[in-house]
Every structure is written in C-alpha cells, then in structure tokens.
C-alpha cells in the first residue's frame, strides 16, 4: 500500500488553491467595503442634513462614530486572519485530495506494481477513486 501523503505546506503553489483563497478574500472584502462605504454615506448624510441639532450633540455622535470606528478597525483584523485561515484549511480540503490523487496516478504510470487508488474515509472525491479502482481491477 503507499504511504500516506502528509501534508507539508498550507499554503501551496496550486493554481486551484489560489483560485480559492483569492475568490474567499474578494468575497469578504468587497461587501466589507461597499456596506462601509453605504453606511458613512448614510451617517455623515443624516449628519449634514440636521442644522438643528443642539451644540452637544455632535460633539456626542463624533464621540460614537470613533469609538465604533476603533472596533471596527480592531475587530475586522482578527476576523480577516481567522477567515483567511479558514479558507486555507477549506481549500486543502478540496485541493488536497485532488493533489493526492495525481500523485498516486503518476506514480502508478512509473510503477506498474500498483493496483489501487488509496482512499481516505472522508475523501470528497472517495466515488471518483473507487470508480478508478474498479476500472483498474478490470
């Protein structure tokens, strides 16, 4: 039986796997900017259209604005990290066993000893190599 492929890089030169890290950071920062982008509009617009407002109440709503500012700023940082490091962890499961497999079809072209495919239990693509070993077998 081979030995099992243990993974040495999380990050890998995978064209497939870039594709999805690249496609999981679009999809966060894209919407991250057009809803704060909406929302400043939206606040320095209701701001800018109040001429009655008393003295103190500005200075009160500016206050708000930077405090949420600052936890925005400091909360959107360590949600970024952790979504990139669940999107490396999503794309090596669906990048890894493709690799896998690869590898173990050129390594049975070279070796002709080889009879089957491994398959781990929780493989995505376990169906395609257990249809690869039933043609293999025949």
Not at 1 to 27: E, V
Not at 29 to 51: A, R, T
Not at 72 to 96: A, D, E, K, Y
Request: overall charge positive; charged content about 20%.
């Amino acid at each position: 039986m081979n030995k099992p492929f243990r993974r040495k890089k999380f990050i890998t030169s995978d064209p497939a796997q870039l594709k999805i890290l690249s496609l999981l950071l679009i999809s966060i920062l894209v919407p991250v900017f057009f809803v704060g982008s909406f929302l400043y509009f939206l606040v320095f617009k209701i701001l800018s259209e109040q001429p009655t407002i008393p003295g103190f109440v500005p200075i009160v709503l500016n206050s708000v604005i930077m405090k949420t500012n600052m936890a925005i700023m400091i909360g959107f940082i360590p949600l970024l990290l952790l979504l990139f490091i669940w999107g490396v962890i999503i794309s090596n499961r669906l990048t890894g066993p493709l690799r896998r497999l690869q590898r173990e079809l050129d390594e049975m072209t070279k070796n002709s000893s080889i009879t089957r495919l491994s398959v781990r239990r929780d493989d995505y693509i376990g169906p395609l190599i257990n249809s690869i070993n039933k043609l293999l077998i025949k």
